[in-house]
Every structure is written in structure tokens, then in C-alpha cells.
């Protein structure tokens, strides 16, 4: 199989991928929009993205990607713990002076308070990726910057770490989906890796709301209350037709074998919501 993720090389995605699919052939993406575009031109047979982290919160691109293109379904998650380290060249001694520091907009906040003790007058850049951010200061030996990026990528670019473990808060994670084409007949392939034991499942929905009126959302959220379905996530996000449009992503724990779960997508075209099943997946847990 092919798999894309977010690259460059030693991207958190990418280390996510290694474990999900051993053995396959990965295929990284400059951005999110690369992967799903990959997987529903069937060039690739899955892709794996960065869908929330637990102090930045969701990924808002793979959010609105996800609701954008009717054809793409969740295969799995996978949470993995991120740990962030500053780096650069190697020409640079720890004393020299850091002109720029460069990484992802995530990178750059959970690591926020430390980056502005240690260093407030550097300025902050946001980059594609952490990743890419430390092949930016490989390419570059003659500049003193740094990039925000995990140990995989210093090995890689070989950079030097002055900081490790720089990321604000211990429980730092990444939560990443697996995506697949539903209307491909390539989204079966090989379980995913064989060392991996799941954690649950879960189910993914993303639901418009009817017409606005007073009570709309209640309406909507008892559809599940009555049935007793557990939602571990509700997020809306702006449908960017005007200020107030939304639709709002929600995950249901468990199978979806139940008939009253079934039902219940029944129950919210009833009521007038338009809703997208993604999929009911399971959730693996990883190591960093």
C-alpha cells in the first residue's frame, strides 16, 4: 500500500504513520490539503493527519477537509505523545546567538512560555511543519536559527539539540486520523500494524444543524440523549457562509452495530440536519 502523511521527513505524522502501517510505502505531503487531494485521486491508498492536539486543540484544516470532501472516510486514530526540542546547525555553538527560531504554529505554542523565558527577543516564525522547519535550518548552515522539532528530525538533518523537552505541559498529545477514499475499491489493504492493540472505538459525525431556531442544537443532542450514545467530542466549526453558520463535528464511543445508533442518523434527517457518517474506527495509542 501506499500511505501519504504530512511530511517532510521526521514529521510527528510521519512517525505516527511508521507505526500504524510497517513495512508500507510512505508518500509525504507539503500540507493537509496534499493528502486528502492524494488519497481521493486515488494516488495513495490511505493518508494519515494531524487531527487534535491536547493543549492547541483541533486541527482546524483536516476539520474543514473533512466536511469539503463527501468521499473521504476516518479509518482509525491514533494518539501519540509529542516532545519538543530546539535545535540547530551544528556549525553553532550553544553561546551563539539565535537570530530566528523556526516550526509549526502548534510547535511554536506549546512550547510558548519557554521559547519567551529563555528566548523573548528571538522572533518566532511559523512554518509548514516541524519537520520542514529543521531541514530549513539544515539548508541553512551559515544563519543561527533554530527549529522547534522532535529527535527523530535532528537525527535526520543532523542538527544539534540545545533545549530538550521544551514543550510547556507533560501530557502532551497528538491525536491523528487515518483516511480513505469510500468510494475507492483500494481502502481495504492490510491491518494496521500488527504490535498495535486498540484502545476502543469510535464513531465519527459531522452534522449541520437545520434551519436556526431556538433550540435547534438540543434538538439535535437529544437525538443521541435518549439513546443513551456517548459523545467524547462535539466541536463546531464555521461553515465560512456567514457569521453564526456552523456544522459541528461529533464522536460517539463505542460500535455502531446497536439499531437505535443506527437509527439515530434516521432521526436528525428527520429533523432536518444534513449528516456525514465518517466511519466507526478504532483508536490505538502509540508510542513517542
Keep these: 500500500m501506499k500511505i501519504a502523511f504530512l511530511g517532510p521527513e521526521a514529521s510527528f505524522t510521519q512517525l505516527t504513520a511508521i507505526q500504524l502501517f510497517q513495512g508500507e510505502e510512505l508518500v509525504p505531503k507539503a500540507n493537509i490539503l496534499d493528502c486528502f487531494l492524494a488519497v481521493l485521486n486515488n494516488e495513495v491508498d490511505k493518508a494519515v493527519v494531524p487531527l487534535e492536539n491536547s493543549i492547541e486543540g483541533t486541527v482546524s484544516m483536516t476539520l474543514d477537509y473533512l466536511y469539503l470532501t463527501q468521499d473521504i472516510k476516518i479509518e482509525a486514530e491514533a494518539v ?4 519538543h526540542h530546539l535545535m540547530v546547525h551544528p556549525n553553532h555553538h550553544n ?3 539565535i537570530e530566528k527560531i523556526y516550526s509549526h504554529p502548534q510547535a511554536l505554542a506549546q512550547s510558548f512560555h519557554f521559547l519567551n523565558n529563555k528566548y523573548p527577543q528571538v522572533p518566532k516564525q511559523d512554518f509548514a511543519s516541524t519537520a520542514a522547519a529543521a531541514k530549513r535550518v539544515s539548508d541553512n ?11 527523530f528530525a535532528a537525527d535526520l538533518y543532523g542538527l544539534q539539540i540545545v533545549d530538550e523537552n521544551i514543550h510547556d505541559f507533560e501530557q502532551n498529545h ?4 487515518v483516511i480513505s477514499n469510500n468510494s475507492s475499491s483500494n481502502t481495504t489493504g492490510k491491518s494496521f500494524g500488527s504490535n ?3 484502545s476502543g472505538k469510535k464513531t465519527g459525525l459531522l452534522i449541520t444543524l437545520p434551519q436556526d431556531h431556538a433550540g435547534g442544537l438540543h434538538q439535535v443532542l ?7 450514545m456517548n459523545l467524547s467530542k462535539i466541536e463546531s466549526r464555521t461553515l465560512k457562509t456567514g457569521l453564526g453558520n456552523y456544522f459541528f463535528f461529533l464522536t460517539v464511543v463505542g460500535d ?4 437505535l445508533y443506527i437509527n439515530s442518523i434516521d432521526e436528525l434527517k428527520a429533523i432536518g440536519a444534513e449528516v456525514k457518517f465518517l466511519g ?4 490505538f495509542l502509540l508510542k513517542s
Design 80 to 83: 501519540l505523545p509529542i516532545a
Design 95 to 97: 553561546n551563539d546567538i
Design 141 to 151: 548552515p551559515d544563519r543561527k536559527i533554530a527549529a522547534v522539532a522532535n529527535k
Design 174 to 177: 497528538t491525536r491523528f486520523i
Design 196 to 198: 498495535l492493540n486498540a
Design 222 to 228: 437529544s437525538v443521541f440523549a435518549w439513546r443513551n
Design 256 to 259: 455502531w452495530d446497536n439499531v
Design 280 to 283: 466507526n474506527y478504532k483508536e
